[in-house]
């Protein structure tokens, strides 16, 4: 299994930027994924994750709800993360992971329900 991210970068605060996971080495379409970050000094935390059948199965942690876009391609075998608005606060790297589980349902928030992780991608904010 391989989670390979990358779009991350530098940008203003109100500024957008879109994030990519390329999967390799498993079914992707049979998988919920997420997206994580973690900033200096911090515990990971949960940012996104879409359920394997796609569709309107997205959540979010609250703190980027109307804000984050999570979504994916399963002929491209990505994930993305658009991410709009963003604020200093958003700071941290960012990792994308695969869930425990084939068709695994259900809201899957928990660092432990993950088994595999990409390298992660720095999103900086700041003016």
């Known amino acids: 299994v391989q989670l390979v991210e990358s779009g991350g970068g530098l940008v203003q605060p109100g500024g957008s930027l879109r994030l990519s996971c390329a999967a390799s080495?498993?079914?992707?379409?049979?998988?919920?994924m997420g997206w994580f970050r973690q900033a200096p000094g911090k515990e990971r935390e949960f940012v996104a994750a879409?359920?394997?059948?796609?569709?309107?199965?997205?959540y979010y942690a609250d703190s980027v709800k109307g804000r984050f876009t999570i979504s994916r391609d399963n002929a491209k075998n990505t994930v993305y993360l658009q991410m709009n608005s963003l604020k200093p606060e958003d700071t941290a790297v960012y990792y994308c992971a695969k869930t425990q589980g084939f068709r695994r349902r259900g809201e899957i928030r928990r660092i432990d329900d993950y088994d595999y992780w990409g390298q992660g991608t720095q999103v900086t904010v700041s003016s």
């Open positions: 879409i359920n394997w059948w796609s569709g309107d199965s997205a």
């Open positions: 080495g498993f079914t992707f379409s049979s998988y919920s």
